[in-house]
């Protein structure tokens, strides 16, 4: 890839996110991390050689202007990760609207606004990968899962529709649903596993994968993959 090619992470957390941050600059782009917590985004993206920027992915305003601050400061995105989510595990009885309402914002809406700004940064040159992080809740609600299994629901829609309208006028829009426990992010208070370290997905190898998506040819994209651990049942 060019060296010039640009990258906007959405929820460059310090598991996945800014594992996919590392990997877009390893091959040679320009990376913009972001987070709620525009501080956060910055001690993140500093370890990764990438630039932090601050971003409620559900407030359609506050992704606008990120949008325009990358452009300002990078240019053009050539690939584009919604990778922010909420997780609330809570009865249906014991939920409240706002917290589901809040969870659905960030799970699913904060996605649709992402991808469409994303879509509209790449028509005009006829390419790009929008790549959105779902889950196992992609596919099945589970109990007391409501506030998650929702968001990723619709955030699976998101990616179908659009990667049906968007994937003829050259953008690549793919769905990765990550069926594990990410390793880097249940580090605290926890043994990987009695199985071996490779019983947790890694961060780094997701993010490998997530590269491959945005390399590949038109002729054979996928639009949905899914990565767990040997150990997971499924």
Known sequence: MAGNEVAIVIGAGPGL??????RFVKAGMLVAAATRDRERATAIAKEAGA???????????????????????????SVVV?????????????????????CWRIGCFGGFLVGRE???????KGRGSIL????????????NFVNLA???FGLRAVAQSMARELG??????????????IAAEHREGRSASTR??????????????????????????????????WVEKF
């Open 82 to 102: 919604y990778n922010a989510g909420a997780y609330l595990p809570k009865a249906v009885v014991d939920t409240t609207a706002e917290e589901f309402e809040r």
């Open 118 to 124: 994303a879509a509209r940064a790449m028509l005009p």
């Open 168 to 181: 003829p006028k050259g953008i690549h829009v793919a769905h990765v649903i990550i069926d594990g426990q």
């Open 196 to 229: 071996g370290p490779d019983a947790m997905l890694n961060d780094d190898s997701i993010a490998e994968a997530y590269w491959q998506l945005h390399s590949q040819p038109r002729n054979a994209w996928t639009l949905e993959m899914d990565l767990r651990p």
């Open 51 to 77: 630039r932090g920027y601050g971003c409620d992915a559900g407030d359609e305003k506050a992704v606008l202007e990120l949008f325009a601050a990358v452009k300002r400061d990078f240019g053009d995105p």
């Open 17 to 22: 996110g800014a594992a996919l941050c590392r």
């Open 150 to 152: 929702v968001g990723k």
């Open 132 to 143: 959105f992080t779902g889950a196992t809740a992609s596919l099945r609600g589970g109990a």
